[in-house]
């Protein structure tokens, strides 16, 4: 079993819409999440990071925690074109390595 | 922009060949972490470096090698170039201190490419 899984898509929004991008993970051990968006051919960049269930807001993105359910989730709001990317999901816990899931790509329609 | 970069951004390599990919981290950062990600796949773990010292390994094979320097910078070394060595190799960097590791930040990668 993979430590994390992220559905994959591919999934296309038109302009203006709200995303909801989701990742799974195993060990409740795990206390560190983070979202990544990846543009084609580049390196990721980190979007969001946080460590606790609830939810983290910046600008048009949320993060969203779930311990209970070891559920993750990045919602984006009046989403945009230049929101097109694969994002990536990665989890972590102190003393350990980075686990990344496989990716959603996103396009968003004009 | 992050700050850390990675040389060549390209690089076309021959089976059997060997190849070294360079990094520099991030101002202030003392951990590298390198990653292989392959086409429509994440990025998997193949080792880490703190404070020159290799600090945690995946499920790599030893022809996969590296180097931390003293100014904080790293190299991938892969010996004997197989076909499926063809992917982006991702540097990360990031801060590690007596209360654990924080996030990493990363390069933009060398496409390699296994004939």
């Known amino acids: ?110 | 922009e992050t700050g850390v970069t990675q040389s060549p951004t390209h690089l076309i390599k021959t089976r059997g060949q060997q190849v070294t990919l360079r990094c520099s981290s991030q101002s202030g950062h003392n951990t590298v972490s390198w990653y292989q990600q392959a086409l429509g796949q994440g990025p998997q773990f193949i080792f880490q470096y703190y404070r020159e010292e290799e600090n945690g390994r995946g499920n790599f094979p030893p022809r996969f090698s590296g180097l931390q320097f003293p100014n904080y910078s790293s190299e991938l070394n892969v010996n004997a170039l197989e076909l499926d060595d063809s992917a982006l190799y991702l540097c990360a960097s990031s801060l590690s201190t007596s209360g654990g590791q924080e996030t990493q930040y990363f390069g933009p990668g060398t496409r390699l490419l296994v004939l």
């Open chain 1, 1 to 110: 079993q993979k430590e994390v899984e992220q559905d994959p898509g591919p999934l296309s929004v038109p302009e203006g819409a709200i995303v909801s991008l989701n990742c799974t993970y195993s060990n409740s051990a795990f206390q560190y999440f983070m979202w990544y968006r990846q543009y084609s051919r580049k390196g990721p960049e980190l979007l969001m990071y946080t460590y606790s269930s609830g939810n983290k807001e910046d600008g048009r993105f949320t993060a969203q925690v779930d311990k209970s359910s070891k559920y993750i989730s990045l919602f984006i709001r009046d989403s945009q074109p230049s929101d097109s990317a694969t994002y990536l999901c990665a989890i972590t816990r102190p003393g350990r390595q980075f686990y990344f899931g496989t990716g959603t790509s996103l396009t968003v329609i004009p």
